[in-house]
């Protein structure tokens, strides 16, 4: 499986082949110090210095951060929810929000 299909957010496709350049190239320098001993100590912090730059970490306070935006997810589903139920969504279990959702989601997709 292409790392793009695993990791579509971290790897876009001109980046695949320099990441498994890099992955070569660390497996090369570990085969080189377990067969000569070589001090592989530099080689391997640039590379793992370069795998650290590829992940871009999320924001979890202010205006963007991934909190608020699953609060407003949350919102936008209980009050599309609340149209199709005469129940308060914050009130029902995770079990009937998530089963009402489907309920929905079948229903419409027959209803096409």
Same mark, same amino acid.
């Not at 980046?15 to 110090?33: D, G, P, T």
């Not at 795998?51 to 997810?73: C, H, N, T, V």
């Not at 969504?89 to 009402?100: A, C, G, I, N």
């Given at each position: 499986?292409?790392?793009?299909?695993?990791?579509? %957010?971290?790897? %876009?496709?001109?980046?695949?082949?320099?990441?498994?350049?890099?992955?070569?190239?660390?497996?090369?320098?570990?085969?080189?110090?377990?067969?000569?001993?070589?001090?592989? #100590?530099?080689?391997?912090?640039?590379?793992? +210095?370069?795998? +650290?730059?590829?992940?871009?970490?999320?924001?979890? %306070?202010? +205006?963007?951060?991934?909190?608020?935006?699953?609060?407003?997810?949350?919102?936008? #589903?209980?009050?599309?929810?609340?149209?199709? #139920?005469?129940?308060?969504?914050?009130?029902?279990?995770?079990?009937?929000?998530?089963?009402?959702?489907?309920?929905?989601?079948?229903?419409?997709?027959?209803?096409?």
């Amino acid at each position: 499986m292409e790392l793009t299909q695993l990791f579509p %957010d971290v790897i %876009d496709q001109s980046q695949e082949k320099n990441y498994y350049q890099k992955v070569r190239e660390l497996k090369e320098a570990e085969l080189e110090e377990i067969a000569f001993g070589t001090d592989i #100590t530099k080689r391997v912090e640039s590379i793992e +210095a370069y795998f +650290a730059e590829m992940i871009k970490p999320a924001s979890f %306070d202010g +205006a963007g951060s991934i909190e608020r935006g699953y609060e407003l997810q949350f919102e936008e #589903t209980c009050h599309f929810l609340s149209k199709h #139920t005469n129940k308060d969504p914050k009130k029902l279990s995770v079990k009937e929000f998530y089963s009402l959702l489907k309920y929905i989601e079948n229903k419409g997709s027959s209803d096409a």
